[in-house]
């Protein structure tokens, strides 16, 4: 094993959240200022140096850190090195449980970090399976969604089960990322939302069928560089989030906000229930501006990204 890395960023999903656990379509997209990097090098012990874990490989049973540990140990069989003696360190700007993906981010640099210390080459369906099964183990019933756009270098149109397709943003448009400072937990969430379906079928598809269209005709509205039209089906899917009860009272404020500083669209995003939101600028200025308001109104953090740097990626 030589000494190696791998790297992932951070995903934002723009909209099609939760309903993509039911085979309705999303568009989610990499933060690629807010990345997380996975170094390997050699040493006598099977150690760990992170903010989520540190500690001895053996160790991270039973910790937030065993899907991550579980996926190494295999990782290492299956290159016939079970024995090794490596230090993992892993650097992450993203904030854990926020809706950025980073136990997906984590799962992909670590997989790439350990295939470039052994000299393989990966493909890309390689390393979904490999990140869709730490994602199972650690989140019950994951789309895929976060480990296809922490993985990808563009905006992905995702479908569950099928492969994540790019798609071209507008050259304009800005989006405002903004983090309520809640923790929320995706396998929680995700499992309130089926709950719901198991008491009111009918309301619960009717959401979800809802968000599904809203994706469609944002989709739409990215291809006819359409911000009005695309602010607007965010704005519908946060009702039918909100209808799904993955909302809640800190998120409803930074959405209201936003909106009353003049957004487009805003809602939030990832699983909910605490975690961030977004808000559709018309330009940097614009969302310089409504960043301002959502920090006065008790956001933790809040970050941007331009429509148009994709564009030059
Ligand atoms: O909160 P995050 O970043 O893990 O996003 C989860 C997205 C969901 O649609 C709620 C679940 C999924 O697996 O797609």
């Not at 099964?133 to 296809?148: C, F, R, V």
């Not at 965010?234 to 998120?251: I, P, R, Y």
Request: proline fraction near 4%; include cysteine; charged fraction near 15%.
């Amino acid at each position: 094993m030589k000494n190696a890395s791998g790297e992932s960023f951070a995903k934002i999903i723009l909209i099609g959240e939760h309903a993509v656990v039911y085979g309705q379509p999303a568009i989610a997209l990499p933060v690629k200022s807010i990345r997380l990097t996975a170094t390997l090098t050699a040493d006598s012990d099977q150690r760990i140096q992170s903010s989520f874990y540190a500690g001895s490989l053996h160790g991270a049973a039973n910790t937030n850190f065993a899907g991550i540990a579980d996926l190494i140990s295999a990782l290492l069989k299956h290159f016939h090195a079970s024995k090794q003696g490596f230090l993992l360190t892993i650097d992450s700007a993203l904030p854990p449980e926020r809706g950025m993906g980073s136990s997906a981010a984590c799962a992909t640099a670590v997989v790439r970090a350990f295939y470039a210390a052994f000299d393989a080459p990966l493909s890309r369906a390689q390393l979904l399976e490999w990140t869709a099964t730490s994602e199972h183990a650690i989140h019950g019933n994951p789309s895929g969604l976060d480990a296809a756009t922490t993985s990808a270098d563009r905006p992905q149109w995702f479908v569950k089960g099928q492969a994540p397709v790019p798609i071209q943003f507008p050259k304009n448009g800005t989006l405002v990322i903004a983090d309520t400072g809640i923790a929320g937990q995706t396998k929680i969430a995700v499992a309130s939302v089926a709950d719901h379906l198991a008491t009111d079928p009918a309301q619960t598809d009717a959401s979800i069928e809802a968000i599904g269209m809203a994706t469609v005709f944002a989709a739409k509205a990215l291809a006819e560089d359409d911000l009005l039209a695309l602010g607007e089906q965010m704005d519908q899917a946060q009702t039918q989030l909100k209808a799904l009860g993955v909302s809640n009272e800190a998120l409803d404020r930074l959405i209201q906000s936003a909106k009353q500083n003049g957004a487009l669209g805003a809602k939030l995003t990832g699983s909910g229930q605490g975690g961030c939101m977004i808000a559709l600028a018309t330009d940097p200025t614009h969302a310089a501006h409504i960043r301002r308001a959502l920090r006065d109104a008790g956001a933790t953090a809040t970050w941007q990204y331009d429509f148009g740097e994709e564009r030059t990626n």
